[in-house]
Every structure is written in C-alpha cells, then in structure tokens.
C-alpha cells in the first residue's frame, strides 16, 4: 500500500520562505513521479511542481511559482523537497504531495496522480 508522508508548511510572512517534505513507501517501482498540488475550498486542485524520481529529473513547474519554488530529490529514491521562496500571501494553500506511479509524462494534471498525502497547510500573510 502507497502512503505520502507530508512534513514542513506553516505560516510565514511575505518574502519569507518554507519547506515542504514528502517520503513515499510501498510503492511497487523504484522509480516514480512526485508531485505537489495546491488547494483552497471550492476551487480545483493545482499544480506546483513535478519530478521523475529516477535518472532524468528535471523538474517541472507552473508558470506561477517559477523562478520561486525548487522540488528537488532528497536521500531515498521517493523523497522529495519543496523549497519555496519568495512566498505571496496568493500562495497561502493547503499543499498535497501527489505520486504518480512509473512515468512523469504528460502535464500537471490532478487526474494523473494516484496517491496523494494528507495535506499541509501554508499560509503567507502581507
């Protein structure tokens, strides 16, 4: 059984920085795509942010938070961190880490995505 373990989030003041962590167990490849989304009550779950835990993992980002966010592997072949930087009180979010099991392809879609965490919350004020 897949489980996201989510860590990091909070609450920050604009122009102020967080991390988000995600581990992921139990999968059945070595190799998946992990993904952050976003989402506010009655509004559709965004996407943050894509990565190939395998050997090609560039990163793939929305246009809304290049250049400010940075998901990146850490230790374990399904760790990810998300460094966000540069934070808008328009990024305050609960944030879901998402996997997607063997292929990253396509686009940041919700739908592609299998398995997700629990939720943290992040809230930037002005």
């Known amino acids: 059984q897949v489980q996201l373990v989510e860590s990091g989030g909070g609450s920050v003041q604009a122009g102020g920085s967080l991390r988000l962590s995600c581990a992921a167990s139990g999968t059945y490849y070595n190799f998946n795509c992990m993904a952050w989304f976003r989402q506010v009550p009655g509004k559709e779950r965004e996407g943050v942010a894509k990565?190939?835990?395998?050997?090609?993992?560039?990163?793939v980002y929305a246009d809304s938070v290049k250049g400010r966010f940075t998901l990146s592997q850490e230790g374990a072949d399904n760790a990810v961190v998300l460094q966000m930087n540069s934070l808008n009180p328009e990024d305050t979010d609960m944030y879901y880490c998402a996997l997607r099991e063997y292929t990253c392809s396509g686009t940041l879609s919700s739908t592609d995505f299998a398995y997700w965490g629990q939720g943290t919350q992040v809230s930037v004020s002005s």
């Open positions: 990565i190939y835990t395998g050997i090609t993992n560039t990163p």
